[in-house]
């Protein structure tokens, strides 16, 4: 039977040796690109995508294991940039390269479905996974706090 | 598109564009080198463009390379203030590789807004002047009655309007101004203020092009290993288990290109994917012939860089009388300070699509010098510059490192042997075992000053390994043009000494942002904290006693914008309230001026026993007129980052010729958990405009070294501070 995966909201057949990462797969395969390629170990975050609405490194998961899995990229987080994070970070200017922040936002709002009213100290460890080489992480951590309130309006 | 009309000062140019409309061009040197100032000496060609359409929208060219530093935004917001277009109605391109058209593009040496920003700026006045004179023939005025405002022209008197897009058609059949009046402060709409970066949609989408991204019909993908030791040859190969994994098209072997930022030799393979070049990469069976530096090892080098600056060594610089100067000295102090290799790590690594075909050749790379590719690949393919066509794409950061095109050459020559387009992307390991490294670095300095701390003597030695060997590999020491800093520097020191010490190359050295100022910062702004309390005074007011002390004519100016940035930095941070910090708590202090900007920081730390915690950074800085408040502060915040890093952690070691390093678990760049409060303090300054890309980094290091020592009486000579074993 053919294996087949859902990435934002589309069905795609894994047809790929079921080794190759999910990031490979999304990059080569289908040419979807916004998710990054920065170590291939797991230990950077560029890759990050959500896995059944959990963030998960791309580069280390095979793509094999993610059969009828729902698999959200950057761009498949929201319908036109408007999710509080993309909004946020337009707000307080995050990027400089640019290179590392669809992972850095993948796995924020990740954490912020788990965690909607963070303290600093938790954004600083559920971010850590997350390398900036430029340094934006003063602006990515306002830029968390301020999504997490802005959240915490819509619910309230 | 045809010239429409010339000034007499071959400066700009003016024509109509093919859909209607005015293009206007500059005419800049061609041949001006990122890192040199005197731009006017070299000949004159067409420059970057701006395009008005007769529907208004503005267009721009960036003929800079972008990798994170913002260029893109504060060049055009420049021109679209002289312009008074509506920032809004302007979109920017990256412009193709072309000196001939776009002037020097080398990405560097935070020259873009030095060497770029007056020209521009000449361009976007000289456009409003046009698009004014054309309003006032149709009104049938003087042009002296009509003002620019917001992408249109007025009539005072009659209250008449027509926009820039009406305007445009007939702008382009004005003549083009003799000279211009650029805007004076008050009148800015952009310039000095908070722009965002204009790449910012795209990105948080997900939908901006890198190096990584390009795609082809027909592509196919590389990954290669390098052969580990510079000079190494490849022995003997055996790529069966390679080419049995499925997927596999071909292997390829690449020579060492011996030129500057030629490819220093590897084995490639090229699949349907990167992920399978990669895995068959790893099933290679290579034998390298490791060569002459093939035992570099950077733990005894350092020793001997040591050994080479704490003997006499060769003569740079000489003025007045330093035995004497050390002799009638009250006191006299000696330190030696030392550095490792540093690779830059951006997060996309080197990754470039080219595709060489028997009469064409085209590149899609990030890249900071499109022209180095042109050249390079010229060489390599025996074709001219001008036959290869080079787009630039977005760099995911380069700090440097996207100068050289090592990697694009190698792309080019796989294309070749594959007759395909390719895309190679180096994998994270060989972006840190293949670098182009910061150079690892000793200096001693030996200084005596009277009672009151006045310096009398001053003598400083250097060795490092030179980025003149990738020009010049018979270079064994730094050369005098490598000392300007270090000779130079704003104390005003009468009986002084430089000299270069013995420092072969072992491995490529390039440049890393910031450079040399990284080692000539920490060594000066720490030796200067170590004097201060050989003299018995606080750190700031001895900084102050030797700028205002300085009597050199030359060096006023530097003394006065460096005193004034660390003063305001000092201020900022509570130096003042420092005795009510926990005992455990302490400001350090460091300014250094690079790159003709003037940055300097104020550390706050927390010391407890051999754990070093940075609470909070004050940076104050005078690049002169700033451009973009935004930008610049984004690059101080990120040049904290990176000054951190290096300062407390990253380090690349060499082992038996090769790097030991592999990835971000052994090379520990910061992470957002370590990160102090970062703040920013700009000086409000009418000097020209300088750079900023670099400038922030060189102060972190020896400002936190003197808050370390504040704290605990720990001095820290020898950066990173706290490196990891690997
Ligand atoms: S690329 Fe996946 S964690 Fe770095
Ligand atoms: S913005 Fe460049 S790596 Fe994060």
Known sequence: MEKMIIINGEKYQIDVDSNMPLLWFLRDRLEITGTKFGCGAGLCGACTVHVDGVATRACVTPVGALADKKVTTIEGLSVDGDHPLQKAWVENNVPQCGYCQAGQIMNAASFLQQNPTPSSDEIDNAMQGNICRCGTYQRIKKAIADAADELAKEVS | ?726
């Not at chain 2, 000289?126 to 007025?154: F, G, R």
């Not at chain 2, 092009?209 to 022995?235: E, N």
């Not at chain 2, 790529?239 to 997927?247: E, F, N, Q, T």
């Not at chain 2, 002459?292 to 090892?297: L, M, R, S, T, V």
């Open chain 2, 1 to 726: 598109m045809s010239i429409a009309n010339e000034s007499r000062r071959k400066f700009l140019k003016a024509s109509t564009l093919a859909t209607g409309g005015l293009a206007i061009s500059i005419h800049l040197p061609a041949h001006a080198i990122a890192f040199s100032d005197n731009a006017q000496e070299s000949t004159f060609s067409p420059n970057a463009f701006i395009h008005i359409q007769d529907n208004g929208d503005v267009l721009i060219y960036c003929g800079r390379c972008e990798m994170g530093q913002g260029i893109n935004t504060a060049l055009p917001a420049a021109v679209a203030d002289e312009m008074d277009a509506d920032w809004q109605k302007v979109t920017v391109k990256q412009a193709d590789g072309n000196e001939e058209k776009y002037g020097p593009q080398a990405t560097g040496g935070s020259a873009s807004i030095r060497v770029m920003l007056t020209p521009m700026r000449e361009a976007g006045a000289s456009a409003k002047v046009m698009l004014i004179a054309a309003a006032a023939k149709v009104w049938n005025v003087e042009p002296s009655t009509c003002h620019a405002q917001k992408h249109a022209v007025y009539h005072q008197a009659s209250g008449k309007k027509l926009s820039y897009g009406e305007l445009a058609s007939l702008a382009a059949k004005q003549t083009v101004p003799e000279t211009v009046t650029l805007k004076a402060k008050k009148d800015f709409n952009y310039i000095g203020k908070f722009i965002p970066n204009q790449n910012i949609e795209q990105i948080i989408k997900g939908q901006l092009t890198y190096g990584v991204d390009t795609k082809l019909p027909g592509l196919k993908y590389a990954a290669i290993v390098h052969c580990p030791v510079l000079g190494g040859k490849l022995k003997s190969l055996n790529d069966k288990d390679a080419r049995a994994i499925k997927g596999v098209i071909d292997v390829v072997v690449i020579d060492r290109l011996a030129i500057p930022y030629g490819s220093i030799g590897g084995v490639a393979v090229v699949a349907d994917n990167s992920w399978t070049a990669q895995q068959a990469v790893k099933k290679l069976n290579i034998d390298w012939d490791l060569g002459e530096n093939a035992h570099y090892d950077t733990k005894k080098y350092k020793a001997q860089l040591v050994k080479n600056v704490e003997a006499p060594a060769q003569l740079v610089t000489e003025r007045g009388n330093l035995t004497e100067g050390l002799t009638n000295a009250a006191k006299t102090l000696k330190a030696t300070y030392t550095g490792g290799h540093l690779v830059h790590a951006p997060m996309e690594p080197n990754a470039s699509v080219v595709w060489v075909k028997d009469d064409s050749c085209e590149v899609w790379a990030a890249t900071q010098s499109p022209a180095d590719i042109q050249k390079v690949l010229a060489q390599f393919l025996g074709r001219e510059a001008k036959d290869i066509e080079v787009h630039v794409t977005m760099s995911g950061g380069a700090f440097g490192r996207k100068f050289k095109c090592d990697y694009v050459h190698e792309a080019a020559a796989i294309s070749q042997k594959i007759n395909a387009p390719v895309q190679l992307t180096w994998t994270r390991e060989e972006d840190t075992k293949t670098g182009y490294y910061h150079s690892i670095n000793a200096q001693h300095i030996e200084a005596g000053i009277d009672e009151q701390g006045n310096i009398k003597g001053w003598l400083h030695r250097v060795a490092f390994p030179s980025i003149g060997t990738l020009f010049n590999p018979a270079q064994i020491r730094p050369s005098d043009g490598d000392f300007s800093a270090v000779d130079n520097y704003p104390y005003g020191i009468e009986n002084f000494r430089s000299e270069s010490g013995e420092a072969k190359a072992h491995t490529r050295i390039g440049w890393y942002r910031a450079v040399y100022a990284i080692f000539y910062g920490f060594s000066f702004s720490s030796f200067t904290d170590e004097l201060a309390y050989l003299a018995g005074k606080d750190p700031l007011t001895y900084l102050n006693q030797l700028y205002d002390n300085n009597t050199n004519p030359d060096q006023q100016e530097q003394a006065a914008r460096s005193k004034h940035v660390v003063n305001l930095a000092a201020k900022k941070a509570g130096w003042f309230e420092r005795d009510k910090l926990p005992k455990n708590q302490a400001i350090g202090l460091a300014v250094h001026y690079s790159f003709q900007s003037y940055v300097a920081m104020a550390v706050r730390v927390e010391v407890n026993d051999e754990d070093i915690k940075v609470l909070q950074v004050d940076s104050a800085i005078d690049c002169g007129q700033v451009l973009n408040v935004n930008g610049a502060t984004a690059q101080m915040e990120g040049a904290v980052v990176m000054g951190m890093g290096l300062a407390l952690r990253t380090e690349v070691t060499f082992r038996e010729g090769a790097v030991v390093n592999t990835n971000f678990h052994n090379y520990p760049v910061m992470r957002i958990n370590e990160m102090p409060q970062v703040n920013v303090h700009i000086v409000d300054s009418e000097h020209p405009s300088t750079g900023l890309g670099e400038p922030g980094v060189a102060p972190f290091a020896p400002a936190l070294s003197n808050a370390v020592f504040a704290a605990s009486g720990k001095r820290y000579r020898d950066i990173p501070f706290k490196p990891m074993s690997v």
